[in-house]
């Protein structure tokens, strides 16, 4: 189990992280969202115990981290946003290279590179040299080395970034297999799809601060409204009935483009059928129904805002 307690990172003015509080449990991949400069790379670095923070701790199953060297960091796997490989190195010699840092030697060093390259896919390119392989495919020696010494939670930084879609969807697949095996996961990315996929929690971060910490089903429903339902009418008549379908209970919000309606709620079960008996009482037609649901790009915009960050 992984906490952070009340994180905070000052650089001069700028807050970059303020009182950041979650906690990630075993065989859970908890995201961690945010705009481009939010806090998510200094929170991954405090966690790592690669920066100190201000004020706050990082336990592990309760054991404080104390510093770069605490020998608790040997529970944590770290793949960084910036590829730390050697090109000129094969993949077999960058993992043992990796593995030394650990402290890894003979049959135990030759066993964790072997189970990691089979992980990744990897294991018919380990005389390869880096430099050789694709963009996905160091993407995943990547996370292979961060897998040497076994660690029971990884901290992934955009692990996907530039690749193509085969190998990413390889390494969400690497991921999936890491949860069940009961790891820990910490995964930081600008993906929503990617987090709708593979995360159990949702944590947002923005200028610093948390601003969403729950299960993505909770975290959905931070939307203005969780449910659309789609009505395809085969006339809209005069469309002053609109105003009276917005002031119908449960009804968050009612547009008419043209003959398509789209009516946002919160409780599908509950408003959609009064929505339909309004539409039968207006004498109002319809040929098609379809609904769909928030996404969570919908929620980390709303919470966020829709202005572009450049840093």
């Known amino acids: 189990m992984l906490e952070a307690i009340g994180l905070h990172k000052r650089y001069g003015d700028l807050v970059a992280v303020h009182e950041a509080t979650f906690r990630a449990e075993p065989g859970q991949i908890v995201g961690l969202l945010g705009p481009n400069g939010a806090g998510k790379s200094t929170t991954v670095a405090m966690i790592a115990g690669i920066l100190k923070p201000d004020r706050g701790e990082v336990r592990i199953n309760g054991s404080l981290i104390r510093g770069e060297t605490d020998p608790v960091k040997r529970s944590i796997g770290l793949v960084p946003q910036e590829l730390a490989l050697h090109g000129e190195l094969s993949a077999h010699d960058n993992l043992e290279l990796f593995g030394s840092f650990y402290g890894l030697l003979g049959a135990s060093l030759h066993n964790a590179m072997q189970a990691a390259l089979e992980l990744t896919g990897l294991a018919d390119r380990t005389n390869d040299r880096v430099s050789t392989f694709s963009g996905g495919m160091m993407r995943r020696l990547n996370l292979a080395a961060a897998l ?162 450049n840093a």
């Open 148 to 309: 040497l010494h076994d660690p029971d939670i990884l901290l992934l930084d955009e692990p996907t970034v530039g690749v193509d879609p085969q190998s990413r969807n390889a390494i969400f697949t690497n991921l999936e297999t890491l949860k069940s095996r009961g790891k820990t996961l910490i995964y930081t990315t600008h993906y929503m799809e990617e987090a709708e996929r593979l995360c159990d929690r949702i944590v947002i971060i923005d200028h610093g601060n948390v601003i969403a910490n729950d299960r993505l089903e909770a975290v959905r429903r931070l939307a203005p409204a969780v449910n659309v339902m789609i009505v395809e009418l085969s006339a809209s008549g005069d469309d002053g009935w609109c105003d009276s379908l917005r002031r119908l209970d449960g009804v968050e919000s009612a547009e008419l483009n043209g003959s398509s309606l789209r009516v946002a709620m919160q409780d599908l079960t509950d408003t959609a059928p009064r929505v339909l008996a309004f539409l039968r009482q207006y004498d109002l037609r319809y040929t098609h129904v379809a609904t769909e649901r928030a996404d969570l790009e919908t929620v980390f915009l709303t919470l966020t805002g829709r202005s572009v960050r």
